[in-house]
């Protein structure tokens, strides 16, 4: 990676089959420097393939991942050293407790000094609150005290890229909110690439996303422009009065492409669809006041992640950006 | 990287790197836990209870049968412990997914292969050879009054680790051709205890399996009590020793090509 490319992962056509088994086919990520990187998709999806594929644990059947600038396959140790990982289900050597664990990852990077790891082993234990059970053996660990390790030795090395496979997936709503929050103090000196199930964490953290299905790319794209839907721009408006001379003088605007209109109770409710979200923002609500019409609410349209998710992955809608 | 500007960052490159680390965890897994006692007191307890039922007998064989019985014990039984650790190292942690984990990591996969194979050589010289020789050794000495050549000794205990090296390394090839533990464990395991059926059948195998190393053929002894009793070294068993480490620096390095193709 260097200023000319700002991107850490970039991946051209990265495909892989298992046998007869087609888990990805031709994928092209573009993932930004300093991102939270939100990956997206149901099971099946080709989600943990990708990372496996990126991180150098599977060969890809066909197409390139370049991380840093350098190929995944042939670059994979040096790529690794920049990388912090934590797997979907973390599993560690059982006969090591919390803070050995965690001692032997910084040893991958560091050599030393030893009061250096040793204050770092204790700043991780500290960060995911396991300073208490830090010389337990892991055999005695829950799904959520191992997933909270996994979470503290993907970040022991200060990663320039960490990679995720759903970090919250076994926490309690507590420990959800605090990966949450550290992904976001850590988007400053990182970037952040995760795969979740959990749409809500995505939408709250991500500044961009991309949802695969069956192997697919079918989205990608930053979140406000996924949220914005791929219906394109329209406003919700409740309104009451003369309604049919409004709507005339509406349709008949250049940049309307299209209006839905609804009933409630004595409130119409209108779906205005827009070619010109800038001349919308400006002209449409002043013409509407200014018309024999009273506008009791005037929004643009917000969609939920869920509702775009569900968008793509039901209705086999491609809206990639 | 930032924030890690205190810290002296590895230096290892190429296929080496990640060895030190993973290489100190496996000695540590051996030497920091339970493990090197527990493996110490079966091997040494198995050895030394059945050798003293034996040699304290008020009617005790000879001492050249003493020494055949003692070499059985120390050289053949040992190796399946060999082969249960072994499947452990590459196939258990393939299936519990620690292999994944680890290699996620800056480790090459070479590195990780000789890991397994360095610590735990030394693991099993020290509890499954050494530790049950010298009570063997010791105990037979009691009670024959003999002295003997300390160089015939370490020779001695250099043949049974070959032998044990040879299942080793087997165990270890196998590993990372499959990924469930019956045939990695099996195959070793019915090799090790049909050595003789099948050099019986085939006498040419003798050169290529380390029964003879360890045990008697006809009235040959073995190669490690030939060496132990520094009696004349029998040129047959010789070439055997030759093959047995040429086999098992076969299979290691076929383990390395083989877990260079491994996907997770």
Same mark, same amino acid.
């Given at each position: 990676?260097?200023?000319?490319?700002?991107y850490?992962?970039?991946?051209?056509?990265?495909?892989?089959?298992?046998?007869?088994?087609?888990?990805?086919?031709? %994928?092209?990520?573009?993932?930004?420097?300093?991102?939270?990187?939100?990956?997206?998709?149901?099971?099946?999806?080709?989600?943990?393939?990708t990372?496996?594929?990126?991180?150098?644990?599977t060969?890809?059947?066909?197409?390139?991942?370049?991380?840093?600038?350098?190929?995944?396959?042939?670059?994979?140790?040096?790529?690794?050293?920049?990388?912090?990982?934590?797997?979907?289900e973390?599993h560690?050597?059982?006969? #090591?407790?919390?803070?050995?664990?965690?001692r032997?990852?910084?040893?991958?990077?560091?050599?030393g000094?030893?009061?250096?790891?040793?204050?770092?082993? &204790?700043?991780m234990?500290?960060?995911?609150?396991?300073?208490?059970?830090?010389?337990?053996?892991?055999?005695?660990?829950?799904?959520?005290?191992?997933?909270?390790?996994?979470?503290?030795?993907?970040? =022991?090395?200060?990663p320039?890229?960490?990679?995720?496979?759903?970090p919250?997936?076994?926490?309690?709503?507590?420990?959800?909110?605090?990966?949450?929050?550290? #992904?976001?103090?850590?988007?400053?000196?990182?970037?952040?690439?995760?795969?979740?199930?959990?749409?809500?964490?995505?939408?709250?953290?991500?500044?961009?996303v991309?949802?695969?299905?069956?192997?697919?790319?079918?989205? @990608?794209?930053?979140?406000?422009?996924?949220?914005?839907?791929?219906?394109?721009?329209?406003?919700?408006?409740?309104?009451?009065?003369?309604? &049919?001379?409004?709507?005339?003088?509406?349709?008949?605007?250049?940049?309307?492409?299209?209006?839905?209109?609804?009933?409630?109770?004595?409130?119409?409710?209108?779906? =205005?669809?827009?070619?010109?979200?800038e001349?919308?923002?400006?002209?449409? %609500?002043?013409? %509407?006041?200014?018309g024999?019409?009273?506008?009791?609410?005037?929004r643009?349209?917000?969609?939920e992640?869920?509702? =775009?998710?569900? @968008?793509?992955?039901?209705?086999? @809608?491609?809206?990639?950006? | 990287?930032?924030g890690?500007?205190a810290?002296?960052l590895?230096?290892?490159?190429?296929?080496?790197?990640?060895?030190?680390t993973?290489?100190?965890?496996?000695?540590a897994?051996?030497? $920091?836990?339970?493990?090197?006692?527990?493996?110490?007191l079966?091997?040494?307890?198995l050895?030394?209870?059945?050798?003293?039922?034996?040699?304290? *007998?008020?009617?005790?064989?000879?001492?050249? +049968?003493?020494?055949?019985?003692?070499?059985?014990?120390?050289?053949?039984f040992?190796?399946?412990?060999?082969?249960?650790?072994?499947?452990?190292?590459?196939?258990?942690?393939?299936?519990?997914?620690?292999?994944a984990?680890?290699?996620?990591?800056?480790?090459?996969r070479?590195? !990780?292969?000789?890991? $397994?194979?360095?610590? *735990?050589?030394?693991?099993?010289?020290?509890?499954?050879?050494?530790?049950?020789?010298i009570?063997?050794?010791?105990?037979?000495?009691?009670?024959?009054?003999?002295?003997?050549?300390?160089?015939?000794?370490?020779?001695?205990?250099?043949?049974?680790?070959?032998?044990?090296?040879?299942?080793?390394?087997?165990?270890?090839?196998?590993?990372?051709?499959f +990924?469930?533990r019956?045939?990695?464990?099996?195959?070793?395991?019915?090799?090790?205890?049909?050595?003789? *059926?099948?050099?019986? !059948?085939?006498?040419?195998?003798?050169?290529?399996?380390?029964?003879?190393l360890?045990?008697?053929?006809? *009235?040959? +002894?073995?190669?490690?009590?030939?060496?132990?009793?520094?009696?004349?070294?029998?040129? +047959?068993?010789?070439?055997?020793?030759?093959?047995?480490?040429?086999?098992?620096i076969?299979?290691?390095?076929?383990?390395?090509?083989?877990?260079?193709r491994?996907? !997770?």
């Open positions: 990676m260097n200023e000319a490319n700002p850490v992962i970039q991946t051209h056509g990265l495909s892989k089959t298992y046998k007869n088994i087609h888990a990805l086919g031709s %994928l092209d990520l573009n993932v930004h420097q300093n991102s939270i990187f939100g990956f997206l998709g149901p099971n099946g999806a080709g989600k943990t393939t990372i496996k594929l990126m991180l150098g644990l060969r890809p059947t066909a197409g390139t991942a370049t991380i840093f600038g350098m190929d995944s396959v042939t670059n994979s140790v040096d790529i690794r050293a920049r990388i912090g990982y934590l797997p979907q973390p560690f050597y059982e006969y #090591m407790t919390a803070r050995q664990t965690l032997f990852t910084a040893e991958f990077f560091f050599k000094p030893k009061k250096a790891i040793d204050e770092r082993v &204790e700043e234990l500290g960060l995911v609150d396991l300073s208490d059970k830090a010389d337990r053996s892991i055999k005695t660990f829950s799904g959520g005290e191992r997933q909270r390790l996994g979470i503290a030795q993907a970040q =022991v090395n200060y320039d890229l960490l990679i995720l496979d759903e919250a997936a076994s926490l309690d709503p507590l420990g959800r909110r605090d990966v949450l929050e550290v #992904m976001s103090k850590l988007r400053k000196y990182a970037t952040i690439f995760y795969s979740t199930h959990i749409l809500d964490d995505v939408q709250r953290v991500s500044d961009t991309v949802i695969l299905n069956k192997g697919e790319l079918v989205a @990608q794209g930053p979140i406000e422009e996924l949220l914005a839907g791929s219906e394109g721009v329209i406003y919700i408006i409740h309104l009451k009065g003369d309604i &049919e001379s409004a709507l005339k003088q509406v349709q008949s605007l250049s940049w309307v492409s299209g209006v839905k209109t609804s009933q409630n109770n004595d409130e119409s409710i209108w779906q =205005v669809s827009v070619t010109d979200p001349a919308a923002e400006t002209q449409l %609500l002043k013409l %509407l006041v200014n024999p019409v009273v506008v009791n609410e005037f643009r349209k917000q969609y992640l869920e509702d =775009v998710f569900m @968008q793509v992955i039901e209705g086999g @809608q491609d809206v990639r950006k | 990287m930032s890690n500007e810290f002296e590895v230096s290892e490159r190429g296929w080496s790197r990640g060895l030190n993973m290489l100190r965890s496996g000695l897994r051996w030497f $920091k836990t339970r493990m090197w006692w527990v493996q110490c079966i091997w040494g307890s050895v030394g209870s059945i050798l003293a039922t034996i040699a304290f *007998n008020p009617q005790p064989p000879p001492p050249a +049968d003493l020494y055949m019985i003692f070499m059985v014990f120390v050289g053949l040992p190796a399946v412990g060999v082969v249960i650790i072994m499947q452990d190292a590459l196939v258990g942690e393939k299936r519990e997914g620690t292999a984990w680890v290699l996620s990591k800056p480790l090459t070479p590195a !990780f292969v000789l890991s $397994k194979v360095f610590a *735990n050589s030394l693991g099993i010289l020290v509890t499954m050879v050494i530790v049950p020789f009570l063997g050794v010791a105990i037979i000495t009691i009670v024959t009054k003999s002295t003997l050549n300390p160089l015939g000794y370490l020779e001695a205990i250099g043949v049974i680790f070959i032998s044990d090296f040879f299942f080793l390394a087997l165990t270890l090839m196998l590993g990372t051709f +990924d469930s019956g045939p990695v464990i099996g195959i070793p395991l019915g090799i090790l205890f049909m050595q003789q *059926n099948l050099i019986g !059948f085939l006498p040419a195998l003798r050169y290529v399996l380390p029964w003879t360890v045990v008697p053929i006809g *009235n040959t +002894d073995p190669l490690a009590i030939s060496f132990l009793l520094k009696t004349p070294l029998p040129q +047959d068993q010789l070439i055997t020793l030759a093959a047995i480490v040429i086999e098992s076969l299979f290691v390095s076929i383990g390395l090509w083989r877990f260079n491994e996907e !997770f």
